[in-house]
């Protein structure tokens, strides 16, 4: 694929300079000193490295209008160390990198090999899709519905990059087999792959779990200890509920996508790796955003590639085919007679609602192959999981919250009732409600509720 590259950039030195650098890394490179001189080349160009500050139109501008003109142009932004802000309002624009001056040449063109990758991955997409015809399973990954023809696409496609992977999805679509199907067909299959559950992990624990420690670090750590990352060099890391992950966390990650560099709890010493990053969330991070619970500029580094999963019952097209494939995972394992559903039994499944989505689904063909009877499963035997449901009714038109309540109560009402439930555990409390562990933290802020895990840790891994 042809690197062609237009810098627009008002510094005669500096752009010379990247010019240079560029050219000699195999990219065709023509440069600008503003807006209006770049315009006969925009055509042209395959890549676009602008200025942000410029005479006349000021990038940001700049990035918008090419955004909407050419979308699949990808736009590199430079900008003056420290503004941060800026950068990520130009990524929000449509950008889809940026870096900061001063820079370091090789990093730049780091930062443009990775927008080519990622511009190739999207221009094949539609390809792919039509080449898979008949593929409808990848790696036990059952899907002929056209969402999920679409994920499996973007998975071959970005599996051979090093592109970092956002996956989203409700819990038990199946955001973990994705994953390890992309690290799979990757080239990186022979080297670890680690998954980190950002909710399992205790918040005083989890820089020394992710980045290690050395001996004497704290109390008790007799001997030095590698973190996850260390442990995957070379291959993947997995990072499942990114949502979960505290500010004070959310820095280094951001470092170790950026530089791919961190340091160890206790020592000054810098180590650098070699990891292909996939984190995974079951919650609209834009709304932590909007919480001020997740950096924006984090949320950038990680949606380079998204993965939208769909739910069950939006691609009911496939459940015959997922029921038939756990049946034949399922029976001769649980010594069950089935062999095969009724049509009634296949009917029961397609029209239920699946709130535990994949998951849920094998675990009552699970169910209903073991308490079965004769080789066809019957519509009687399939054993759902009949949990009341979330919509409440009355006679007449239900209301929308208890009598004499207003919504803020309501809210804290819910609030106080999962954390008595949780029986004070804010993270399982958090699972209740449907939150991230730091938006429920922020919530009970705004309710003026003391947060006693915000208090400093004890002194131990």
Same mark, same amino acid.
């Given at each position: 694929?042809?690197?062609?590259?237009?810098?627009?950039?008002?510094?005669?030195?500096?752009?010379?300079?990247?010019?240079?650098?560029?050219?000699?890394?195999?990219?065709?490179?023509?440069?600008?000193?503003?807006?209006?001189?770049?315009?006969?080349?925009?055509?042209?160009?395959?890549?676009?490295?602008?200025?942000?500050?410029?005479?006349?139109?000021?990038?940001?501008?700049?990035?918008?209008?090419?955004?909407?003109?050419?979308?699949?142009?990808?736009?590199?932004?430079?900008?003056?160390?420290?503004?941060?802000?800026?950068?990520?309002?130009?990524?929000?624009?449509?950008?889809?990198?940026?870096?900061?001056?001063?820079?370091?040449?090789?990093?730049?063109?780091?930062?443009?090999?990775?927008?080519?990758?990622?511009?190739?991955?999207?221009?094949?997409?539609?390809?792919?899709?039509?080449?898979?015809?008949?593929?409808?399973?990848?790696? &036990?990954?059952?899907?002929?519905?056209?969402?999920?023809?679409?994920?499996?696409?973007?998975?071959?496609?970005?599996?051979?990059?090093?592109?970092?992977?956002?996956?989203?999805?409700?819990?038990?679509?199946?955001?973990?087999?994705?994953?390890?199907?992309?690290?799979?067909?990757?080239?990186?299959?022979?080297?670890?792959?680690?998954?980190?559950?950002?909710?399992?992990?205790?918040?005083?624990?989890?820089?020394?779990?992710?980045?290690?420690?050395?001996?004497?670090?704290?109390?008790?750590?007799?001997?030095?200890?590698?973190?996850?990352?260390?442990?995957?060099?070379?291959?993947?890391?997995?990072?499942?509920?990114?949502?979960?992950?505290?500010?004070?966390?959310?820095?280094?990650?951001?470092?170790?996508?950026?530089?791919?560099?961190?340091?160890?709890?206790?020592?000054?010493?810098?180590?650098?790796?070699?990891?292909?990053?996939?984190?995974?969330?079951?919650?609209?991070?834009?709304?932590?955003?909007?919480?001020?619970?997740?950096?924006?500029?984090?949320?950038?580094?990680?949606?380079?590639?998204?993965? &939208?999963?769909?739910?069950?019952?939006?691609?009911?097209?496939?459940?015959?085919?997922?029921?038939?494939?756990?049946?034949?995972?399922?029976?001769?394992?649980?010594?069950?007679?089935?062999?095969?559903?009724?049509?009634?039994?296949?009917?029961?499944?397609?029209?239920?609602?699946?709130?535990?989505?994949?998951?849920?689904?094998? &675990?009552?063909?699970?169910?209903?192959?073991?308490?079965?009877?004769?080789?066809?499963?019957?519509?009687?035997?399939?054993?759902?999981?009949?949990?009341?449901?979330?919509?409440?009714?009355?006679?007449?038109?239900?209301?929308?919250?208890?009598?004499?309540?207003?919504?803020?109560?309501?809210?804290?009402?819910?609030?106080?009732?999962?954390?008595?439930?949780?029986?004070?555990?804010?993270?399982?409390?958090?699972?209740?409600?449907?939150?991230?562990?730091?938006?429920?933290?922020?919530?009970?802020?705004?309710?003026?509720?003391?947060?006693?895990?915000?208090?400093?840790?004890?002194?131990?891994?």
């Amino acid at each position: 694929m042809s690197k062609r590259v237009l810098v627009i950039e008002d510094e005669e030195r500096l752009r010379r300079v990247v010019q240079l650098h560029l050219a000699s890394g195999g990219f065709e490179v023509e440069t600008a000193g503003s807006v209006e001189a770049a315009l006969p080349r925009f055509e042209w160009a395959g890549l676009v490295l602008t200025d942000l500050r410029l005479p006349g139109e000021d990038g940001l501008a700049l990035v918008a209008r090419l955004h909407s003109a050419r979308p699949g142009l990808p736009v590199v932004v430079m900008t003056a160390f420290g503004s941060v802000e800026t950068a990520v309002a130009a990524m929000k624009a449509g950008a889809v990198d940026f870096v900061q001056k001063p820079f370091s040449l090789d990093h730049l063109q780091t930062v443009l090999d990775k927008a080519f990758e990622v511009k190739a991955l999207r221009e094949e997409n539609q390809r792919l899709r039509e080449e898979l015809g008949g593929r409808y399973q990848i790696d &036990n990954i059952i899907g002929r519905s056209a969402a999920m023809q679409e994920v499996f696409a973007t998975v071959l496609r970005a599996a051979p990059s090093r592109a970092t992977v956002l996956l989203a999805g409700e819990s038990g679509v199946g955001k973990d087999m994705i994953a390890r199907a992309i690290h799979q067909h990757s080239l990186r299959r022979d080297k670890p792959f680690v998954k980190i559950n950002c909710t399992a992990i205790p918040e005083n624990l989890m820089e020394s779990e992710l980045f290690g420690y050395e001996k004497g670090a704290f109390t008790g750590a007799a001997t030095a200890k590698p973190g996850k990352f260390e442990q995957a060099d070379g291959g993947t890391v997995f990072l499942d509920e990114i949502g979960d992950v505290p500010p004070s966390i959310q820095v280094k990650l951001l470092r170790v996508l950026q530089e791919r560099e961190f340091e160890r709890l206790g020592s000054n010493r810098t180590r650098h790796i070699d990891v292909r990053v996939i984190a995974a969330t079951n919650v609209d991070l834009r709304a932590a955003l909007e919480q001020g619970t997740f950096r924006q500029d984090l949320y950038y580094r990680l949606n380079v590639l998204p993965i &939208n999963i769909p739910p069950l019952r939006d691609r009911r097209e496939d459940i015959p085919y997922l029921a038939e494939f756990f049946v034949g995972k399922h029976a001769s394992e649980l010594d069950s007679p089935v062999r095969s559903l009724a049509a009634g039994a296949m009917h029961k499944l397609v029209a239920y609602h699946w709130p535990g989505n994949v998951r849920e689904l094998e &675990n009552v063909m699970e169910r209903s192959l073991v308490l079965a009877s004769g080789p066809v499963l019957e519509e009687a035997e399939v054993r759902l999981d009949m949990a009341p449901s979330r919509r409440t009714a009355s006679s007449g038109e239900p209301g929308f919250l208890p009598p004499g309540m207003t919504l803020e109560e309501y809210e804290r009402a819910l609030i106080r009732e999962a954390l008595r439930r949780a029986g004070g555990n804010k993270s399982q409390a958090a699972r209740l409600l449907g939150l991230t562990r730091n938006a429920l933290r922020y919530r009970l802020t705004q309710m003026g509720e003391a947060d006693p895990e915000s208090a400093p840790p004890e002194e131990t891994p």
